[in-house]
């Protein structure tokens, strides 16, 4: 909390100009504003912890004065402080202490030569402590040295709450990083270095996380999981990454919630829905515990769709818990802990679809315009509970076990009976025209009707034991055995009719009517070690197991990591990654397009190959860091799919191999002080070749004379180019003014027909995704007194976002329509226009 001005400094200000006189108009009032009053100096600064981050609710202090102030979320603070004595005659110093949980305190003399223009600019860095603290004893770091793991981020948390998105989503975050791909702002799903939403791993605090089964478009999704409110740490691995976390195919994200030190209330509210947070801490320090609940409306947003108008109502909500028992001794309570994380998410999608209108060409200076008139309604809800236990003792300083327990419980629901009626008209492109822009020849009309009546059930229990040793300082180990048990029963009923006797040769009628129930077994295990060969050199190698009673595969994971740094420049780390890593099926890529299971498909096999460094170095005397790594991932047993929106369809057979290859960099630091920014860019190529596949070979007179492999295809994230940048500025001398942006480019993706994969990338269905988001924000400091009433707001942020701000038609997918003579249209998919978005976060 950062000491303020009264509310009637201005005032003040302008009474002593005018009873001044005009000599003293002249100076800027600014100026005045700055200036200490008689016989007191201000001082100003950043408080940093190692590893360079900023840190929060640090306490700063002058010895032997009163009062006091702490660092706002950007590590700054601002201080008043009485002149020392003498310091008019060059003797005379302050001594300036801070102090924060966790850390070793820091006093800085502040030299009267320092002092000499009556304010301070300073410098401070906190060094992690791990000695005993109001009865608190505080074990390891805030965060993993990134130094010493490959393709790993750590993030800022309160960067998600600020960063301008369209429903302020957690994942906005990571869709700026390299390799993350999202074409789609409407969704929380994301793809890393070619990978598909299904291949990413989340834990938060060592328990996974699971997305719902049935969500088909990003219109029908929640937020994600992760509630930027109740988080501490965030990392986020893009590749290579140790035996101890499991197996996905493309990222992890590793979370961990707060464990709160005293009490604290968030509220935010916006045009698209609120959130509200509390945590607080018992007076023992024994138990802390933090909750969050949020409510997203969506109607706002999906009204701007182009080409699908209609009644949305679309509510997501859910509430988290989060509790932290120590269950140790007075002198150390978290010897013994247990942590208890319980969810409940709520999805009520709900759309009556009236009319729908998009323009598109179909060749050089031919366009089509499809219109359809809609009868009927659809309806989607998802109930998810998900939460675990975790159990940790601290043995002996060296080894800590841990018991992790965590639980799943989904139940989802999609009806559908809607009719639409469309045709299909050229339109004139003619400017001379007076019919410019309108249809002038109807070629084709058509019906069609959808409906379904699908219903899942799944459930996921599972138990893991953890150990982790360290002998040495150089060495640790780490263990785990982790058991689950998994029941899905899905049904489902859906039937789709076309009608159309001017609009294609006869009818068409598709049924999907099945009823599925499977019970599956899981066990895993793995073993690591980290060898710290000395303080520059760090190597971990281990290996992890996982068997499926379904298809009795059992597999083995070996993994290597290596980080060095140089000697004659420490800043400079080089690192490599090496290892097997398996996706083993679950539910989803079991069933296939007909809606049939296959016990018998195999795990996905890839070989991440990674290679990169990382620069850190001081430039204007902030910090910045600089990352490049180049990658290569060799899949075999892959199980090919294609994306429909945000719905993944899956062959459910091992019908491929396939590569990944590309580079990513990222320029992050404070390019602005205080306000940490970032520029990233990714440049990837990904393509499989497909077992059975095959090309028609014509002779010179075009008769066809037999058939040839296919070769290697696009997969359906080819994204060639993905460039995020998220930065943030504010006023000089005023930090509490900002300024963000937040933009994405990603280039055209590869789109096929449905089922029809050899034609994927053939087409020029490729539109390239751009979008930039503008965000201001204020921040009112409206309580100094640490002694004022809990419901006196801290502070208030106000803030005014642009989201798409240049109006750019992206589009999310394409829907694939025939006209009368056979030929086939890619009708693009439009996403959200430009919207004005007003936000407030009070901290209490």
Do not use: C
């Not at 002058?62 to 702490?70: A, K, Y």
């Not at 990222?251 to 209330?265: A, H």
């Not at 109502?313 to 509430?319: I, P």
């Not at 002779?699 to 998220?726: A, C, H, M, S, W």
């Amino acid at each position: 909390m950062t000491n303020r001005r009264p509310s009637f400094w201005p005032t003040v200000t302008v009474r002593a100009l005018l009873l001044a006189g005009p000599a003293a108009a002249l100076v800027p009032a600014t100026a005045l504003a700055q200036q200490p009053a008689a016989g007191r100096v201000e001082l100003r600064g950043t408080v940093r912890d190692a590893a360079g981050q900023p840190v929060e609710q640090a306490s700063v202090s002058v010895e032997g004065q009163p009062g006091g102030t702490s660092t706002d979320e950007a590590g700054r603070f601002r201080l008043s402080a009485a002149r020392p004595a003498g310091s008019s005659l060059g003797g005379g110093s302050l001594t300036v202490v801070v102090q924060r949980l966790g850390y070793a305190t820091v006093r800085r003399t502040v030299s009267a030569r320092e002092l000499a223009d009556g304010a301070a600019e300073l410098s401070l860095s906190l060094q992690a402590s791990t000695r005993a603290l109001d009865n608190v004893t505080v074990r390891g770091q805030r965060g993993v040295d990134t130094r010493e793991q490959i393709s790993l981020t750590t993030l800022e948390p309160r960067t998600a709450k600020e960063i301008p998105s369209t429903f302020g989503d957690f994942n906005a975050i990571l869709k700026t990083l390299p390799g993350v791909q999202s074409t789609n702002e409407l969704t929380s799903t994301y793809s890393v270095r070619g990978g598909n939403y299904d291949e990413n791993l989340v834990y938060v605090n060592g328990i996974e996380i699971y997305r719902p089964f049935l969500v088909t478009q990003a219109q029908q999704e929640g937020l994600s999981f992760v509630n930027p409110d109740l988080v501490d740490k965030v990392e986020f691995s893009s590749g290579g990454w140790q035996p101890r976390f499991g197996d996905k195919l493309s990222s992890v994200l590793n979370v961990e919630y707060k464990q709160p030190t005293q009490r604290g209330l968030t509220a935010t509210a916006s045009l698209v829905g609120g959130a509200l947070s509390y945590e607080n801490v018992s007076k023992s320090g024994r138990v802390s515990y933090l909750g969050g609940l949020r409510y997203k409306t969506a109607d706002y947003i999906l009204g701007t769709l182009r080409q699908l108008k209609g009644g949305y109502n679309a509510d997501y909500a859910d509430g988290q818990l989060y509790v932290n028992i120590g269950l140790g001794p007075k002198d150390d309570l978290q010897k013994t802990s247990l942590g208890v994380l319980g969810s409940w998410a709520h999805n009520n999608y709900r759309f009556a679809p009236q009319t729908g209108q998009v323009t598109f060409s179909t060749g050089t200076n031919q366009f089509q315009r499809l219109t359809i008139f809609y009868d009927g309604r659809e309806r989607m809800q998802y109930d998810t509970y998900q939460g675990g236990l975790n159990l940790r003792h601290h043995f002996t300083p060296k080894l800590t076990g841990e018991l992790i327990g965590g639980g799943l419980i989904t139940r989802e629901y999609e009806m559908r009976d809607v009719e639409a009626s469309y045709r299909l008209a050229d339109i004139n492109r003619d400017p001379n025209s007076p019919d410019f822009n309108q249809a002038v020849r109807q070629r084709d009309v058509g019906s069609r009707f959808d409906h379904s009546r699908n219903r899942l059930l799944a459930w996921i229990g599972t138990v893991e034991a953890r150990a982790t040793y360290a002998p040495a300082p150089r060495h640790e180990l780490r263990v785990g055995v982790k058991a689950g048990r998994e029941h899905v029963d899905d049904r489902l009923d859906e039937y789709a009719f076309t009608d159309s006797a001017d609009y294609v040769p006869a009818k068409r009628f598709s049924r999907l009517r099945t009823q599925l129930d499977l019970t599956s077994t899981r066990v895993q295990g793995y073993g690591q070690h980290t060898w710290r060969l000395d303080s520059l050199r760090t190597v971990t190698y281990g290996v992890r197991l996982h068997y499926w009673s379904v298809n009795q595969q059992l597999t083995v994971s070996p993994r290597v990591q290596f980080a060095a740094r140089s000697r004659r420049h420490p800043s400079v780390s080089y690192k490599a990654a090496t290892g097997l890593y398996y996706q083993p099926p679950f539910y989803r890529e079991l069933r296939n397009q007909q809606g049939v299971l296959n016990p018998a498909l195999r795990a996905q096999r890839s070989v991440h190959v990674i290679g990169g460094t990382e620069y850190r170095f001081r430039y204007w005397g902030r910090p910045f860091q600089l990352t490049g790594e180049a990658y290569f991932k060799y899949l075999t047993d892959v199980i090919p799919y294609d994306v429909d929106n945000v719905r993944l369809r899956y062959f459910a057979q091992n019908l491929a191999t396939a590569y990944v290859a590309g580079v990513d960099g990222r320029l992050s630091g404070e390019f602005v002080p205080g306000a940490e920014s970032w520029f990233s860019l990714g440049l990837l190529t990904t393509r499989e070749n497909l077992r059975g596949d095959s090309l028609t070979v014509y002779n010179g007179d075009g008769q066809p004379i037999g058939k040839k492999e296919k070769g290697y295809i696009r997969r359906p994230t080819d994204q060639r180019v993905n460039l995020g940048i998220f930065f943030q500025d504010h006023l000089p001398n005023n930090p509490s003014v900002r300024g963000y942006v937040n933009f994405v480019f990603g280039s055209g993706l590869p789109f096929s027909p449905p089922a029809l994969p050899e034609l994927r990338g053939t087409s020029k269905l490729t539109r390239s995704y751009k979008r930039v988001d503008l965000g201001f924000s204020k921040v009112l400091s409206l309580r100094t007194i640490r002694s004022s009433k809990f419901y006196q707001p801290e502070s208030l942020w106000m803030g005014l976002e642009v989201l798409n701000v240049f109006a750019a038609n992206n589009v999310a997918g394409y829907s694939y329509i025939q006209d009368l003579n056979g030929a086939t249209y890619g009708v693009p998919n439009y996403l959200s226009q430009r919207v004005v978005n007003l936000r407030v976060i009070a901290r209490f």
